[in-house]
């Protein structure tokens, strides 16, 4: 520790908070000074009787005797009124600096404490004790602030030496406060860069979730496409070829003692060849579901290219759908509708027109498929759309099901036994548009 020669000296330090008295008492030791401490006016005014120091720094704040009583009696006494003595504040208002001049204060320190400031305001302050002071003996100095008149007895080179040292004080405080804004404003233009980049992030995570859903969503329909495959290859073919088999084998046996009861044997035996390679394929089209992206199509194109794969006859065909209307769905919804006319004429009996139309239901758009045929009984209304049951009638309908489904489309029977059956193909508003200004 190198001593500094004008800071050799006793240093009354007059602070209540034992943290703030041994920060300063840290600050002064290591300038060379020898320090005291107390922690009121009354134990500060008995010290300097007994072992006057060379200058006093009082805290204002203090219960009992604040500062600026202790500067005034410490001012006020003959004996001891050339004892310097600097007020510790954290100086808030213009007023505690007249308060203070009123007192007889020299200067001020400002909480918290800096060691640079500490320092340079008590050698500005013995600095100042060496010198003449021009106004000696004039009256006191009246000044009108905050609603009251101040008597300041200071002269004017003491005056301007704390004004001085006080606006100093207050531009590197300026100057510290606009350093700090100017760090705000980097922070902050950083955590808006951050968050920006943060929300760029979750939008990705969003993309990423969506697609990951899609994907969970394709693997599921892959899974049930493979099991019902699976079920159809170990169940339904196991089946029909051991049926085979047995009439087959039947056929052989009794082909010389009844030789006609023998080919009706061969005939079931090839109704269940014709059943097997129905089966087969229906897995070469149920395999092709959902391979390719969906897309937007033409509705009432559909519907009249739909013609093309299967024979209506002398049935009348109406398409009453407004061209303009489209779908999003599978590449082979052609054959939802080519299936929903071979079923009206396989099952039709009396049928005689088939009608395609759209119904609108709010957001909704419904694609309507009805005839004038014997209709669906309302046992079979759900059973009609089910493998178990296609694999006797027909898988026609069960794989327009599946087909609408990739895009969220449903179908479902709702006509009248007797008068008809009637299809409707319902649309959420994500798989269909250009309906809004053709259907009320």
């Known amino acids: 520790m190198t001593e500094s020669p004008e800071l050799a000296m006793k240093i009354l330090v007059v602070e209540d908070s034992r943290t703030q008295a041994e920060y300063l008492r840290h600050i002064l030791e290591n300038e060379g000074s020898r320090v005291t401490l107390a922690a009121d006016g009354n134990e500060a005014l008995g010290i300097i009787k007994s072992d006057r120091p060379a200058i006093v720094l009082t805290d204002i704040v203090m219960p009992g005797m604040d500062g600026y009583e202790l500067c005034r009696r410490i001012k006020q006494d003959p004996a001891t009124a050339d004892l310097p003595v600097i007020l510790v504040t954290q100086l808030f208002d213009p007023l505690d600096v007249l308060r203070g001049l009123e007192a007889g204060a020299d200067n001020f320190i400002i ?24 106004d000696k003996g004039c009256g006191g100095l009246e000044v009108f602030f905050a609603d009251r008149m101040h008597t300041i007895t200071a002269g004017r080179l003491h005056i301007i030496s704390i004004l001085l040292s006080t606006y100093d004080l207050a531009i590197k405080k300026n100057a510290e406060l606009q350093e700090a804004h100017e760090r705000v404003n980097v922070l902050n233009e950083e955590l808006l860069q951050t ?4 929300q760029n992030a979750n939008e990705k995570l969003i993309l990423e979730n969506a697609e990951r859903r899609r994907v969970d969503e394709e693997l599921a329909k892959a899974n049930k496409k493979l099991q019902l495959m699976a079920s159809i ?38 109704s269940v060849v014709s059943q097997t390679i129905n089966t087969v394929r229906f897995t070469e089209d149920y395999q092709k579901i959902g391979i390719k992206s969906a ?27 407004p061209r303009g209307i489209e779908i999003y769905a599978d590449t082979l919804i052609e054959k939802v509708f080519a299936n929903l006319i071979d079923n009206a004429v396989r099952y039709g009996e009396k049928i005689t027109k088939i009608t395609f139309s759209c119904l609108r239901q709010g957001s909704y758009l419904s694609i309507i498929c009805e005839d004038d045929g014997v209709g669906v009984a ?6 009609i759309f089910s493998y178990e049951f296609g694999m006797n009638t027909g898988l026609g309908l069960f794989l327009s099901r599946e087909i609408l489904a990739i895009t969220s489309i449903t179908i479902r029977e709702t006509g009248i036994p007797g008068e008809g059956a009637r299809f409707e193909i319902s649309c959420p508003p994500k798989a269909i548009r250009g309906f809004e200004d053709k259907i009320p």
């Open 111 to 134: 909480k918290p404490f800096e060691p640079g400031h500490v320092i340079t305001r008590i050698k500005s302050v013995l600095l100042m004790k060496d010198q003449e002071d021009p």
């Open 233 to 270: 290859t170990r169940h339904d073919l196991l089946n029909q070829l051991t049926a085979l088999d047995e009439y087959l084998e039947m056929a052989q046996v009794i082909k010389d003692k009844d030789p006609a009861k023998a080919w009706d044997h061969v005939a079931n035996a090839a």
């Open 378 to 383: 309302h046992d079979i209304k759900d059973k």
């Open 295 to 321: 897309i937007w199509q033409d509705i009432h194109t559909l519907i009249n290219n739909s013609t093309r794969h299967t024979s209506i006859n002398h049935i009348k065909l109406v398409n009453d759908v």
């Open 195 to 198: 968050i920006d980049e943060v």
